[in-house]
């Protein structure tokens, strides 16, 4: 519990000072401190429990199909992790308190900080490799966030988003490696998989998943290749650059190698892996070190360098190194948080962190520089500072190497390690000297001095740590490396001796090696510089990022633009294409035949109707820039296919056919209207050969699937529809029943689609904004009518109604029914509009077509709910048959009803569709002044 | 006799029935009623799936009428699913439409609710025809609200949308035509019956039928080579709208998931797992070729846009996989992007709006003037959809991973889903940095109203609660997923008593 206790306060108490900022920035900061100190004394409650050997652990499931619970365990490697995490974010938190300008939004900067503790204690103290991931993809963005911190720097806004491509990017490569091992091993508990590491050793997958985790530990750890993220993350203030780019979160990567140690090291690739990205960053990056003129760029470098040399200590593979690995980290996160923290008090004081412009600082800030000397020391080695140690230590396991890189040649890591080492006494001198010592600066931007007393003791806090332990190393640091060490190689350590002096061996001479090369290098600094900066200039790993990056988008936005090219034409080939290759394939793959079906005999008539109809299909795609003309003409195949029906023995269908291909036509006629008579000849040759060529095809297919279906006559389900239309529909007229009664739920849909495309063709015209005056009907219109045309008009209507109630009436048992005549008064009132005019016809006939429409599918509903009432279900017909005199016997059914419902709304959404296209004008006739306007 | 499973249709249908009817009654009586409506399909899809969750199938035949010979509801695990995500979506599209949009065009909120009728009845129907119907339902409810608020770019964008969409229910039709001749039945449960009997002659004919419904529904799911007429189309959509059609891609993904478990699953030999072989490679070339289409997008709607399109790949490349594993994280992942890019479409315009003239493209602007508002909610959003931990996109992205282990498919799909991923971290944080950080001069627009930020927080809170309840909720998908892959008890459900004695 307290564990849990621990991760979650940050992140929750995240909070804190965001709100307490309203108080002000110290309330901020001690809510903060408060937050953070909390969480440390937690930790510290578990001391004496971890010290004991035990492993506290807490747990609570999260998602078990994917094997995720939250579980944590504070075993000595965490405990020591997470003790580094807190403590080092006290002293932060303080520092920073003092580093923040009046300007700077603390509340935010504390609140992201402490989200990026929590998420540093999940990664940490994770006992469950999912959940591990999840923290460490958190400190990925938290991350983000704080190097974008100043979001007015364009270094950071730049810095923050590679930051985050690299390290998110090495998430994702951990992701897929982490799920290969939870797979490997069968579980995703991580002091389950530790007890694996032959199992996995042997597996198949070990060498991807290997590469795939290394690639995760190596992102977060600034290594070769992948290095170049973490000088530009300097753009964070510092200290975030103290807290998270050196001292923690950088570290995860390495946490991560320690972590698995005793899982995956030991193997040759391991070591060819690790150890090689180690050490080349090692070398490479200490070097670079030397030649930035950045402070923090320096100790950026300085600190990719320093993960290198932790990285070649696991990549070893022995339990030795492992623990002068772990001593490592401990010395490391000491005197580099030190020195950043007092890079920034430099930059705060003085203005500026270029060390070509420093000099001389110590009169100025003498307690500053004796700070600088001590942690600079550390990080060379020098003896009676903590680095002195490790990196003895460190020589000691580069020089007794199980493996080698290069066959025969034993010596290139003790060689690689010792020039690195030399490098890293050279920075460290030019740190120090060229920015304390050597003539007085007189042109910095703000005259120097000290530092408040809140920003020194953080600092002195940490290098006075690096004197203790590199005096007294068994007494301070001994207990906690003891523990952190026997967690991470998983057994008692081998015996290590934490002591100043081993006697006079190959540690010491490389020492001494690096030493005086190292006080050469320095005062050759300038030729060495000189040789970066012209002969041998690395490649500019921001310059090559940037680039690939807006290749990238330029790239993709090229490969958009290219297949989503707006074209409709081409959108549609592609589907009528994917269409005929999944119809035509499997004819051309897979077998089939014509079945015994017999045929249809063929008669002069009906070939006269098909050719008429074929003709009337290829001569509407043939004259389809001629818009009227191949209107009539595509009807032409309407009028023919309701000739089939009739001649096919289905009356309703050729009745439902032809009145739909009239409103049809008088619908696409008013819309032409709007459009210029010819469409644009854009056709060319290749395009009218693939249109050509994908019509033959797609007409083939169908072809080929209506002849097998037709000649394969199979058992369907319309024989229980013809049986029980009459028994049990009450109707003789199936199509009828199917329509109001088998089915009637597809036809409430159906008039549902009807009023919608009433509604949206509605709202779509009063969406284009047609001014007034270009609709008929408005009161300057002086249109005429033909007398001969409204007055034959005036008399077909009650014809017309009279032959829609027929139709309707009669539809249950004789062809007819709701939907044929409700298209039959439309038509009806259409001829109304067409020859009297909008206003006349609108005055005398519903004015609310909307409220129709509604009223139609309300009747359907209603009729189908009401069966709700009779404990039936939605829909559920109901008929009887009853006796009047005089009219004799006569059918009561609800299926009326439903039809009326269907009428209504096929009268009304007709209209509403057709009158609202209708009242708009051309445009070019509503506005003879315009320039191209042909009257 | 119980009712319930046909509310999800009536219930929007009749509200636009009696919107229309009360065109003339006060705005706010008109939002009233579209909004009390929307949260009793939320009440109402909570208790169909707290009905489905038992296991139970319930069929419920229409007309009374006995399947196979009438139309039949079924609600199964996946069903109630959808009609809840629906509701879910639903809701906070309608609240952030009541701010305004509603007004900007007429008959809104009639279109709105026969949307929701449509959506909602291919979700419960177990009968093809019937899907035909509700997808005709859906796609004319969805252009007319496409083309909701007018100009000439929604216009365009929407002829493109209705004209392509026409042409896939064309062939819709033709597929029917082709099942129905050759099984002579349109109800699933019957077809699930008939089809693993067919002719080996029959061998062309079933497969043809097949694959042309799997490209009718590659249209709505918007799948390579068929999804160009989405980033326009969603790309041009008001806000509410665009977050509404969230869930339209959606129909298309589970009309796959239920045709191919279910009428075509791959058990049926003479199919020899074609639909399942075709999938996997076109869902991947998708996915990737959308992910590159985020990162090329200039203005940020096209960029949640294509997340849509990506979000499709990703989910139909692993319903491709077709095992119980697989099918359970797919619908893990379903619900998390449906949730998340509603949520991205609400919010970019809220972030558009107070830019200013740069709207949202993707260049240097006036800083928003809420930015730590609407700066934590784009930062959580960006986080969700990326897939980043601790949210739901993260959980699903591992969730449908692992469902890839032992498969060969495994290594295309780990490489295409992670280095989609990679683009997405790439796309979302410069989108981020730009609309963020990278600002110059002053705000010159008004923060927006707590009513208008809501329906965004709402989003966000179900992919939080997605995340903080994954264990529950994976649980009813991998019990949704069981049910897909054994698919006897829905065809005994529908067939054998069809549902309750009336």
């Known amino acids: 519990m307290t564990l849990l206790l621990i991760v979650l306060l940050p992140l929750v108490g995240a909070l804190l000072p965001a709100w307490f900022i309203r108080w002000g920035r110290n309330q901020s900061a001690l809510a903060a401190g408060v937050v953070t100190g909390t969480a440390f004394a937690l930790l510290l409650s578990l001391s004496s429990s971890v010290f004991a050997g035990e492993v506290p652990r807490a747990d609570w499931t999260w998602m078990s199909s994917i094997g995720l619970s939250l579980a944590f365990m504070a075993d000595g490697l965490g405990y020591l992790f997470a003790f580094l995490i807190l403590g080092i974010g006290l002293l932060v938190v303080l520092y920073a308190r003092y580093y923040l300008s009046e300007k700077d939004p603390m509340g935010r900067f504390y609140a992201y900080l402490l989200l990026f503790m929590g998420a540093m204690l999940g990664v940490v103290l994770a006992d469950n490799l999912i959940v591990l991931l999840v923290f460490w993809e958190l400190t990925s963005l938290t991350s983000f966030l704080l190097i974008g911190y100043w979001k007015h720097l364009p270094e950071g806004r730049q810095g923050a988003r590679m930051a985050l491509v690299v390290t998110g990017g090495g998430g994702l490569a951990m992701l897929a490696g982490f799920i290969l091992l939870g797979n490997i091993a069968g579980t995703y508990q991580l002091s389950e998989i530790l007890q694996m590491g032959e199992v996995i050793q042997a597996h198949d997958l070990y060498a991807p998943m290997l590469v795939l985790v290394l690639i995760g530990a190596f992102t977060k750890s600034a290594q070769f290749p992948f290095h170049f993220w973490l000088p530009h993350a300097m753009a964070a203030p510092t200290p975030v650059s103290a807290y998270l780019h050196s001292a923690t979160m950088v570290k995860a990567g390495v946490f991560l190698l320690a972590r698995l140690f005793p899982a995956l090291s030991g193997t040759e690739l391991w070591f060819f892996l690790v150890t090689g990205a180690g050490a080349a960053t090692l070398l490479f990056a200490a070097y670079v070190a030397l030649t930035k003129h950045d402070l923090k760029g320096l100790l950026a470098y300085s600190t990719v360098s320093h993960l290198g040399m932790i990285t070649v200590l696991f990549g070893i593979g022995t339990a030795a190194a492992a623990v002068v690995g772990i001593f490592h980290i401990m010395n490391h996160a000491a005197f580099k948080a030190s020195l950043f923290m007092n890079a920034g008090i430099v930059d705060h004081e003085t203005g500026t962190r270029d060390i070509r412009r420093l000099s001389g600082l110590w009169a100025a800030m003498p307690i500053t520089g004796v700070l600088a000397i001590i942690a600079a020391a550390a990080m060379a080695g020098v003896p009676l500072f903590n680095g002195f140690l490790s990196k003895e230590m460190f020589f000691e396991q580069a020089w007794a190497l199980e493996y080698q890189f290069v066959e025969g040649v034993p010596w290139l890591l003790p060689a690689i390690v010792t020039l690195a080492a030399l490098f890293s006494v050279a920075y460290s001198i030019r740190l120090v000297w060229s920015v304390f010592f050597g003539p007085q600066a007189e042109d910095l931007p703000k005259p120097p001095h000290d530092p408040p007393f809140g920003m020194l003791l953080p600092v002195g806090i940490l290098a006075a740590l690096c004197i203790v332990v590199g005096i007294v190393p068994v007494l301070v640091a001994g207990p906690m490396l003891a523990v952190a060490a026997t967690a991470t190689i998983g057994i008692a350590p081998p015996e290590y001796s934490l002591t100043l002096w081993h006697g006079f061996n190959i540690p010491l001479l490389m020492t001494a090696l690096a030493f005086v090369g190292g006080i050469v290098a320095y005062w050759k600094r300038w030729a060495i510089i000189g040789l970066h900066e012209g002969p041998l200039p690395f490649p500019e790993a921001k310059r090559i990022f940037d680039g690939t990056i807006d290749r990238l988008a330029a790239f993709s936005h090229g490969t958009t633009a290219a297949l989503e090219n707006g074209s409709l034409q081409r959108y549609l080939a592609l589907l009528v294409g994917a269409a005929v290759v999944a119809m035509g394939w499997p004819f051309l793959t897979g077998s089939w035949s014509a079945g015994p079906g017999p045929g249809t005999p063929l008669d002069g008539m009906s070939l006269v109707v098909w050719a008429i109809l074929v003709g009337a299909a290829v001569a509407t795609a043939a004259l389809h820039r001629r818009r009227i003309l191949a209107l009539v003409v595509v009807s032409v195949v309407g009028l023919m296919l309701a000739l089939a029906f009739v001649h096919l023995s289905a009356p309703d269908l050729a009745l439902t056919q032809l009145s739909v291909e009239v409103v049809t036509v008088v619908l696409l006629l008013l819309a032409l209207h709007l459009l210029p008579k010819e469409g644009p000849s854009e056709d060319s040759i290749g395009r009218k050969a693939r249109d050509v060529g994908l019509a033959v095809a797609a007409g083939c297919a169908v072809t080929a699937m209506a002849w097998v279906i037709l000649t394969n006559p199979v058992d369907t389900i319309s024989g229980f529809h013809l049986a029980e239309s009459y028994p049990g529909g009450g109707g003789t007229n199936v199509v009828n029943v199917i329509l109001v009664d088998f089915r009637g739920f597809d036809t409430f849909g159906e008039i549902i689609v009807l009023a919608i495309a009433g509604l949206g063709i509605y709202a779509m015209i009063d969406a284009l904004g047609v001014p007034d005056r270009w609709k008929i009907g408005s009161p300057d219109d002086e249109v005429r009518y033909p007398l001969l045309l409204t007055v034959i008009t005036r008399l077909l209507l009650p014809l017309a109604l009279l032959v829609s109630m027929y139709l309707f009436l009669r539809g249950h048992n004789q062809p007819g029914g709701g939907f044929i005549a409700g298209l039959v008064t439309a038509v009806a009132l259409i001829l109304q509009y067409v020859a009297s005019g909008i206003g006349w016809t609108t005055d005398r006939f519903v004015r609310d077509y909307h409220g129709a429409i509604a009223l139609g599918v309300l009747a359907a509903g209603a009729t189908g709910l009401g069966a709700w009432l009779f404990g039936y279900p939605f829909l559920t017909g109901w008929f009887d048959y009853f006796e009047l005199p005089i009219i004799g016997e006569f059918e009561l059914a609800s299926a009326v009803l439903f039809d009326i419902g269907v009428y209504l709304t096929v009268v009304a959404g007709v209209l509403l569709m057709l009158v609202n296209m209708g009242k708009i004008r051309n445009a070019s006739a509503a506005a003879p002044d315009a320039a191209d306007g042909e009257g | ?502």
């Open chain 2, 1 to 502: 006799m119980n009712h319930w499973i046909t509310l999800p249709t009536l219930i929007p249908a009749f509200t636009a029935v009696v919107l229309l009817l009360g065109a003339r009654l006060e705005l706010a009586t008109q939002r009233s009623i579209s909004v009390l409506s929307t949260l009793a399909l939320i009440g109402v899809s909570f208790a169909l799936v707290w009905q489905a969750a038992s296991g139970d199938y319930v069929a419920y035949e229409l007309g009374n009428w006995p399947a196979p010979f009438g139309i039949v509801l079924v609600l199964d695990r996946l069903s109630a699913l959808m009609v809840l995500l629906t509701a879910l979506v639903g809701l906070p599209a309608l609240l952030y439409a009541v701010h305004g949009w509603d007004t900007k065009g007429k008959n809104f909120h009639a279109l709105f609710q026969f949307q929701l009728m449509g959506l909602n009845g291919a979700f419960l129907t177990g009968d093809i025809f019937n899907l035909f119907v509700f997808f005709e339902i859906l796609l004319i409810a969805s252009y007319g609200l496409i083309l909701h608020g007018g100009g000439e770019r929604r216009v365009r964008a929407g002829m493109h949308y209705v004209v392509f969409n026409l042409t896939g229910s064309a062939f819709f039709v033709v597929a029917l035509g082709v099942i129905y001749g050759a099984f002579g039945t349109l109800n699933m449960a019957d077809l699930a019956l008939r089809v693993p009997q067919a002719d080996p002659t029959q061998e062309a004919i079933l497969r043809a039928g097949a694959l042309l419904l799997l490209v009718v529904f590659s249209v709505k799911a918007a799948l390579l080579p068929l999804y160009f007429w989405l980033p326009r189309a969603y790309g041009s959509a008001s806000a509410p709208v665009a977050a509404l059609f969230a869930i339209m891609t959606k129909v298309g993904v589970y009309s796959i998931l239920r045709v191919y478990t279910l009428v075509f699953p791959g058990t049926v030999p003479m199919l020899d797992g074609l639909p399942a072989k075709i999938l996997f490679p076109i869902a991947l070339v998708t996915l990737a070729i959308a992910m590159i289409g985020v990162v090329g997008a200039r203005s940020f709607r096209r960029v949640v846009a294509y997340l849509v399109i990506a979000s499709v790949g990703t989910l139909l490349a692993v319903i491709a996989l077709f095992s119980q594993e697989a099918l359970a994280a797919a619908l893990y992942y379903m619900v998390h992007s449906t949730l998340i890019v509603a949520a991205l479409f609400l919010l970019t315009e809220l972030i558009a709006e107070q830019r200013g003239v740069r709207d949202d493209v993707l260049e240097p602007s006036t800083p928003v003037a809420q930015p730590a508002v609407l700066g934590s909610l784009f930062f959580v959003g960006a986080v969700a959809v990326a897939g980043m931990p601790p949210l739901s996109g993260f959980l699903g992205k591992i969730f449908m991973l692992q469902s890839s282990l032992g498969t060969e498919q495994l290594p295309w799909l780990f490489a295409v889903v992670l280095g989609g991923g990679l683009l997405g971290f790439i796309a979302m944080g410069r989108a981020g940095s730009v609309l963020f950080w990278k600002t110059e001069g002053e705000t010159a627009s008004s923060p927006a109203s707590g009513a208008a930020i809501l329906p965004v927080v709402l989003l966000l809170l179900l992919v939080g609660t997605l995340s903080f309840l994954a264990e529950p909720i994976s649980a009813y998908t991998n019990a949704a997923a069981e049910q897909l892959m054994e698919p006897e008890p829905y065809i005994r459900a529908v067939l054998d008593q069809g549902g309750e004695a009336p």
